[in-house]
């Protein structure tokens, strides 16, 4: 049953990749993402870490869902909704239009963070990036304080730049470090990836 575009995302891509699918997130699904963003574990590594409440998730919504310059996703594996990502443009040019695109994603369940499994979806997300949207460099934002992220992403085939980010939330400064992927790096990090990934 295809959902009205009141009901979803402007986009309606869904991806199919690396043994995960990635679906348009749909609004009967807001309070799934809520639970998941408000338990601590998740909120921890994120630089927004407020108690998001069923106003302010409906509001984000409101706002995400027709701007064009981000897309949400919802992870499937194995028909389980395990975690989200998300694609904005780093220049708030249309995805598709630009060259630089920022990507984020968190697991939900515990059972799949620190395992192989970690890593299809962001492969999957990286991979629709290069090859649909045709874009040319993927960037990340991640805590200094999160090693295990920086670690994350390095083996996904990011580059960590020299120069690291200063930003302000609330009363806490913080620190990100800068990390770039490009489309000879991602296919390494596929390549090594091959052998564990079931289609």
Same mark, same amino acid.
């Given at each position: 049953? #295809?959902? @009205?575009?009141?009901?979803?995302?402007?986009?309606?891509?869904?991806?199919?990749?690396? *043994?995960?699918?990635?679906?348009?997130?749909?609004?009967?699904?807001?309070?799934? =993402?809520r639970q998941w963003r408000n338990d601590p574990m998740i909120a921890a590594p994120m630089l927004?870490?407020?108690?998001? @409440?069923?106003?302010?998730?409906?509001?984000?919504?409101?706002?995400?869902? %027709?701007?064009?310059? %981000?897309?949400?996703?919802?992870?499937?594996?194995?028909?389980?909704?395990? +975690?989200?990502? #998300? =694609?904005? @443009?780093?220049?708030?040019?249309? =995805? +598709?239009?630009?060259?630089?695109? /920022? *990507?984020?994603?968190?697991?939900?369940?515990?059972? $799949?963070? +620190?395992?192989? =499994?970690?890593? $299809?979806?962001?492969?999957?997300?990286?991979?629709?990036? $290069?090859?649909?949207?045709?874009?040319?460099?993927?960037?990340?934002?991640?805590?200094? *304080?999160?090693?295990?992220?920086?670690?994350?992403?390095?083996?996904? +085939?990011?580059?960590?730049? /020299?120069? #690291?980010?200063?930003?302000?939330?609330? #009363? /806490?400064?913080? /620190?990100?470090?800068v990390m770039t992927l490009q489309a000879a790096e991602h296919q390494q990090a596929v390549a090594?990836?091959?052998?564990?990934?079931?289609?």
């Open positions: 049953m #295809n959902l @009205s575009l009141k009901d979803g995302m402007w986009h309606q891509q869904v991806i199919n990749d690396f *043994s995960v699918r990635l679906a348009p997130l749909q609004r009967q699904q807001l309070e799934l =993402l927004q870490q407020q108690f998001i @409440s069923e106003d302010m998730q409906q509001q984000w919504f409101e706002r995400v869902q %027709q701007d064009k310059c %981000q897309a949400q996703f919802v992870i499937y594996y194995k028909d389980e909704p395990i +975690g989200a990502c #998300n =694609l904005k @443009s780093a220049n708030g040019t249309e =995805l +598709g239009q630009c060259e630089t695109i /920022e *990507s984020g994603f968190y697991l939900a369940h515990p059972r $799949f963070r +620190g395992t192989l =499994l970690a890593f $299809f979806p962001a492969l999957a997300l990286n991979q629709y990036c $290069f090859k649909s949207l045709n874009c040319k460099t993927l960037l990340a934002h991640v805590k200094l *304080s999160n090693s295990a992220a920086l670690r994350f992403n390095e083996k996904l +085939g990011y580059c960590r730049h /020299e120069d #690291n980010v200063i930003v302000q939330i609330g #009363n /806490e400064t913080v /620190e990100l470090a090594t990836f091959a052998p564990f990934i079931r289609n």
